[in-house]
């Protein structure tokens, strides 16, 4: 079970924390990513965290201003977010992830059940 937290409202140019609490074995060995769903819009990858060796990736739209990291003794995930703009507005998700081969080269997806997510609304 993923239960996010931390979302709110923010203003542009603010900062937020979302976490995620992670039950069930394993949580260290497993490559978590955070995603997020804007309103009308398909669900998009943001940030990933490897288990073993805490390899990120980011999505360009966020690099720079957005932290991915992990505390495994707490089984918990989170996503440092700086310099917020209002396209960062939505729904964010935290689960375990993989990657898919895609005609770009390849893509992330989660592979658990989604959670119930944080909202975080940036306003102007």
């Known amino acids: 079970q993923l239960v996010e937290s931390g979302g709110g409202l923010v203003q542009a140019g603010g900062s937020l924390r979302l976490s995620c609490a992670a039950s069930?074995?394993?949580?260290?060995?497993?490559?978590m990513a955070w995603f997020r769903q804007a309103p009308g819009k398909e669900r998009e990858f943001v940030a990933a965290i490897s288990g073993n060796d805490g390899r990120t990736w980011q999505a360009d739209s966020v690099k720079g201003r957005f932290t991915i990291s992990r505390d495994n003794g707490k089984n918990t995930l989170y996503l440092q977010m700086n310099s917020l703009l209002r396209a960062g507005s939505a729904v964010y998700y935290c689960n375990t992830a993989g990657t898919v081969a895609t005609v770009e080269g390849y893509g992330w997806r989660g592979l658990e059940a989604w959670g119930q997510g944080t909202m975080v609304t940036v306003s102007s």
């Open positions: 069930g074995r394993a949580f260290s060995t497993k490559t």
